[in-house]
């Protein structure tokens, strides 16, 4: 290995999936390794993440980052000039360290997201590994079971459907290659009977279709029938993945599904999604409840953790103390991993960490406002996570991820295990009462 300490580290302000500024770093080792990631950015955020840093104002609506990038370049990037970049949790605390607020908002989570990622790819390419086996080392083996978006919703599709999205898993796919086939021919499929229905307006943030339906089970109908039209046994050999992102339209226990016109207590919210599991060929379902109704996940959790995958994305935040205190009361079973919504490293990991240890199940997951960073993809088999959700089927920040994984896939060879269904998250059945 080359000498792998921190020579220098340069911010820039690229674009993102939705034509807004981002932050780049590239972190240069005194060996020539080079590191270079982008900070994704999320649309329908939970209120507990870290802050993704905007200048507000005029500028590009109020996205432009030059304060974030200017963090980098002015104060993140002397104060680690020398540190060793294959130490990241050394790295990291200096980053959280120089911060000093709890939320990232001083110098932002997208400033100091994009230097941990790209030190972790200085320190993976002075070894001359890829960054997965760099993070994982022999044992990362386990390729994960992707969630891809066929519809779009919520807050990222003008709020035309009040779910955010509509997915599939293929858990009887026997490698991610062939999940990916599959994914195409639903794909596909749903987008010529929903050109056919009228029912099709173009794509959504990720790359799903951006549907017209009456109802949102419409839309859960609509999904079947693209399943079994496609050639596939829905539930067995393809299943239905949803984020309600719940966060979107509930406040207070109070749930207002503009689409289907009704307004639901936390209460009547479980008792539908729970009928939606008896009656659809659901596998996994994120954010049934808004962000602080962990009463209601609980609920949720007892009346259909055992059949199905509950995850919680706005609920948990990517943080190990959030996801430790569901696990107490046993809400959910399953977390979302998303590095910008804690802002290091490290931290990411110990949430991802955390659920494992509660025995959740863990998705690593991109955000609606992407790039062709591709670290995501790494940090899922690096991290023995299971599990990837990256958006859609269509749109190069959404394939990159999808297409890296291939070739991930591919240098492993023989050592790769595809996880297939093996990783869907589920609870222990509920006591009698
Ligand atoms: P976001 O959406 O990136 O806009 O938060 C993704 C998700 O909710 O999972
Ligand atoms: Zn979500």
Known sequence: MTDTRIAFVHARRVWDSRGRPTVE?????????????????????????????????????GYD????????????????????????????ERLIELDG??????????????????????????????LFSYLGGSGATLIPLPQIQIFGGGAHAGRRVDIQDFMIMCPAATSFAQALDWTAEVYRTAGKLMAEAGQLAGVADEGGWWPMFATNEQALDMLVRAIERAGFRPGEQVGIALDIAASEFGRNGVYKLALDGTELSTGQMVEMLAGWVSRYPILSIEDPVAEDDLPGLVAFTQAVGDKVQIVGDDLFVTDADRVRDAAEQRGGNCALIK?????????????????AESGYARIVS??????????????????????????????SERMAKWNEMLRIEEVLGGKARFAGGSVLGRSAPAAKA
């Open 65 to 92: 980052v030059t304060r974030a990038v200017r963090n980098v370049n002015e104060i993140v990037g002397r104060a680690v000039v020398g540190m060793d970049a294959t130490d990241q949790e050394a790295l990291d």
């Open 101 to 130: 607020t709890r939320n990232k908002s001083k110098l932002g989570a997208n400033a100091l997201l994009s230097v941990s990622m790209a030190a972790a790819h200085a320190a993976a390419a002075a070894s001359a590994q890829p």
């Open 339 to 355: 590095p910008n919504q804690r802002g290091t490293l490290t931290e990411t990991l110990d949430a991802c960490r955390a659920a």
């Open 25 to 61: 770093a590239d972190v240069l080792l005194e060996g020539g390794a080079v590191g270079r990631a982008i900070a994704p950015a999320g649309a329908s955020t939970g209120s507990h993440e870290a802050i993704d840093l905007r200048d507000g104002g005029e500028a590009f609506g």
């Open 366 to 395: 991109a955000r609606s406002g992407e790039t062709e960073d591709i670290t995501i993809a790494h940090l899922s088999v690096g991290w023995n996570a299971g599990q990837l959700k990256v958006g859609s089927f269509s749109r």
